[in-house]
């Protein structure tokens, strides 16, 4: 057999299960509403299965050219180089998140999967796609459970000026458990001046060990008088 022809049924094969495997972490990643979903993974898996048949067959009528030397995996190894912007087209800065990272990572992978079907290594490509949806949804599950709950958050207060608030306020995040990691106080003069009172805008990032810490303070800053909006993120 020649290692550098391939028959139209085998391509047929490859590029099926590449819809096939690309299509089960983009149906993950669908059915939890992120950027790239079915669609998207699938696309990238067929493509880079396209590029890999390309990179290995499509120049077999020149092998046997004395002056030239094949390399299979030249064209295909731009492919791992070239994801990278679509990936970057997923992820997001909000506030003090990043969100987004995940699925750029998972179109990476789905882009590595479609390369080994391209060329022909099955198997590894489908214990990669069961390892991603055993991390994309048994570990996701984990990770809210267990590591969500030590996130940074910051809060957004608009307070009357007075004297004692801001001890006040860090008693009331002592009283919820919440680590104080940086604090700002910043004159709303505009406001103020519109309101007739003295006003301040303050920041709060803060560490909570558990998320219940997080309404907890909540509900205590909005009972106070002196605080007329809070919000977090």
Not at 95 to 102: F, P, V
Not at 104 to 127: E, H, N, Q, R, T
Not at 138 to 158: D, T
Request: with cysteine.
């Amino acid at each position: 057999m020649n290692p550098w022809v391939i028959s139209p049924f085998d391509v047929t094969i490859r590029l099926v299960v590449a819809i096939a495997l690309g299509g089960l972490v983009g149906w993950e990643r669908e059915h939890n509403n992120h950027a790239a979903g079915f669609r998207t993974h699938i696309l990238v898996c067929l493509g880079s299965t396209l590029i890999m048949l390309l990179s290995i067959y499509g120049f077999s009528d020149f092998v046997n050219e004395p002056s030239v030397q094949t390399d299979p995996a030249r064209l295909a190894a731009n492919v791992i180089t070239g994801i990278g912007f679509l990936g970057a087209g997923t992820i997001l800065y909000n506030g003090m998140s990043i969100t987004g990272l995940t699925t750029a990572a998972s179109l990476w992978v789905v882009a590595a999967i479609g390369l080994a079907v391209g060329a022909g290594f099955y198997y590894p490509a489908a214990v990669t796609t069961v390892s991603v949806l055993v991390c994309l949804w048994f570990l996701n599950k984990v990770e809210h459970r267990w590591m969500k709950a030590k996130r940074i958050h910051r809060l957004r207060l608009v307070a009357t000026d007075s004297p004692g608030l801001l001890t006040a306020l860090s008693e009331a995040m002592s009283r919820s458990g919440v680590e104080l990691r940086q604090l700002t106080a910043a004159e709303l003069e505009e406001r103020s001046a519109a309101e007739g009172r003295s006003l301040v805008k303050i920041t709060l990032t803060v560490k909570l060990l558990k998320p219940k810490q997080l309404y907890r303070l909540l509900d205590e800053l909005r009972e106070r008088s002196d605080v007329i909006e809070v919000e977090s993120d």
